[in-house]
């Protein structure tokens, strides 16, 4: 009977497991996570989760596994992978024989250079646990520092200031959201977050991060000295490659696979944060992306692909943040755009269409409160999928719809 091992019991690694089975697979399946707990939701971490003292959002109720014949191991590490053995070994002492691999490792906090490895005031968000440790000080009379302003710093900021917690927010940039948002964008959110009190700074260099006294201790280029109960440090995450890199497998910003996700080795595939793969709609320009959608678009797609479906990542890439009543969402890679076209859909509520030098649309951004943008990003992803090249007048226009310029 064929076994097939997924390591990495995330979005993506839970994703693949379920689809292999609705896909007809009817041999063995190994899913194996480090954490204590069942595979969960990570976008609450920051957002809804954080607020209150809850559990996991689980991506599924712990006995489904057990229901689907899907043998999950929680708490456990891959240790070693012998790629010419199709063999993995466990930090158990453990030793799994696979007949199909998939690498679903994710990826890591980047850590601040120099700062204690191991502080209860000096964290990073990436797991439930670090969740829990953050809540304590998300209350009143309580000061959080926040290094760092990407989605995760500037979503923390907005939970925390929603609890009544004290909020300093240091980005080394001349503004927020610098990488992939757009800055009429990033100007919108940096204002709603000065206008709840957060106390944003960016163009700010830090010389050193510390602990003292059970504070955090950050001190800036300028010698001024600001101490929190505690600094989350949202600077950015690395992929988990450790594993495949000892391995021999290709690296390139991550997991090196092709467009059906398939590693550098015979039966080993990879999905989700921790691989860079060639998107054919940018011209197979190699990216990684971290998004929740695109684990879970990964991980079916790499079931599919285990059981010799042979199907192309074709997906548009999508992204989204929550931050007060605000929702932003963009789809595509702005990356290349020569001209910004905004569509207006209210106060406080517009679009910005990405095109490149033919007039292909490439990506597009939206910000409004609640679903107000959804719909129309939803269509520009449509338009992007089709490598579509829309009037500039038509985009910016109130009164067309997106849908018509879909059809035509």
């Known amino acids: 009977m064929a076994h097939f091992v997924i390591l990495g019991a995330g979005e993506c690694g839970a994703r693949a497991a379920f689809a292999l089975r609705e896909k007809g ?28 003292n809850v559990d996991p959002k689980f991506i599924a109720a712990p006995q489904t596994y057990e229901a689907g014949n899907i043998r999950l191991m929680t708490g456990v590490t891959a240790t070693g992978l012998d790629a010419a053995a199709h063999a993995v070994t466990l930090s158990d002492g453990d030793r799994l024989s696979y007949d199909q691999l998939l690498l679903a490792t994710g990826a890591s906090a980047r850590a601040f250079p120099n700062a204690p490895g191991d502080s209860r005031h000096i964290r990073s968000l990436r797991t439930h646990h670090d969740a829990v440790t953050l809540r304590a000080v998300l209350q009143p009379g309580k000061r959080l520092a926040v290094i760092g302003g990407g989605f995760i710093g500037l979503e923390v900021a907005a939970t925390a200031r929603r609890l009544g917690a004290d909020v300093v927010l240091l980005e080394g940039l001349e503004r927020v959201l610098k990488r992939g948002v ?43 000295v600001i101490e929190a109960d505690l600094a989350l440090v949202g600077i950015g995450a690395r992929p988990n490659t450790e594993l495949a890199d000892a391995a021999g497998l290709a690296i390139d910003n991550g997991i ?34 971290e998004s929740w959608r695109n684990a879970q678009e990964q991980g079916t797609l790499a079931a599919a692909n285990m059981l010799g479906a042979d199907e192309p990542v074709s997906a548009v890439p999508w992204f ?30 517009f679009i910005l269409f990405h095109l490149d030098a033919e ?21 520009a992803e449509m338009l992007i999928a089709a490598r579509a090249h829309p009037d500039p007048a038509a985009l910016t226009a109130r009164n067309v719809k997106l849908k018509t310029l879909l059809a035509a």
């Not at 041999?27 to 209150?52: F, N």
Request: aromatic share 4%.
């Open 182 to 224: 757009p800055e009429d964008v990033a100007h919108l959110v940096a204002e709603r977050h000065r206008a709840e009190g957060v106390d944003l700074r960016c163009g700010v260099s830090i010389e050193s991060l510390t602990e003292r006294d059970g504070k955090a201790v950050i001190r800036l280029s300028n010698d001024e």
């Open 256 to 289: 090196a696979v092709d467009d059906r996700l398939r590693t550098s080795a015979a039966d080993i595939f990879a999905a989700g944060d921790c691989c860079s793969f060639p998107l054919a709609i940018y011209g197979g320009r190699r990216v990684r992306l």
């Open 320 to 349: 989204w943040s929550d931050q007060y009543e605000m929702t932003l969402q963009i789809t595509g890679l702005a990356d290349g755009a020569v001209a910004h076209l905004r569509r207006d859909l209210g106060e406080g509520v």
């Open 25 to 52: 697979f009817d041999g063995e399946i190994t899913l194996v996570g480090s954490e204590p707990h069942a595979p969960y939701e990570r976008p609450p971490l920051s957002k809804a989760g954080l607020a209150g």
């Open 359 to 379: 007039g292909r649309l490439i990506a597009a951004s939206g910000i409004g409160p609640g679903n107000t943008v959804a719909r129309d990003i939803r269509l």
